[in-house]
Nanobody
Framework: QVQLVESGGGLVQPGGSLRVSCAASGSIFSIYGMGWHRQAPGKQRELVASITSGGNTNYVDSVKGRFTISRDNAKNTVYLQMNSLKPEDTAVYYC?????????????????WGQGTQVTVSS
């Protein structure tokens, strides 16, 4: 069974930095695209950043120049380094990954999600 486990959220002051991580585990054959979404109270979930298996990245305009997504393929882990944080970055951050794995005796490709980690930017 594939699992994505996030870590690194917390409380930080405006202008501060935080790094969140997401590690995939299970009977994994390949991991393709990985990404981070966020959902603030009363708002829809939005894609924050994504990274392909080849390392190409994409960001929502509101975080360009402040956030950096990266991945360590040997560790099946994706990171989101967040700098110059603003109160409007406060949200639950979810990682996702498109993974081919052995599940229930079959080889399947599916999108998996982490459980979410809270990031709060406040003084």
């Amino acid at each position: 069974q594939v699992q994505l486990v996030e870590s690194g959220g917390g409380l930080v002051q405006p202008g501060g930095s935080l790094r969140v991580s997401c590690a995939a585990s299970g009977s994994i054959f390949s991991i393709y695209g990985m990404g981070w979404h966020r959902q603030a109270p009363g708002k829809q979930r939005e894609l924050v950043a994504s990274i392909t298996s080849g390392g190409n990245t994409n960001y929502v305009d509101s975080v360009k120049g402040r956030f950096t997504i990266s991945r360590d393929n040997a560790k099946n882990t994706v990171y989101l380094q967040m700098n110059s944080l603003k109160p409007e970055d406060t949200a639950v951050y979810y990682c996702n990954a498109d993974i081919t794995s052995r599940t229930g005796g079959r080889v399947v490709t599916d999108r998996y999600w982490g459980q979410g980690t809270q990031v709060t930017v406040s003084s």
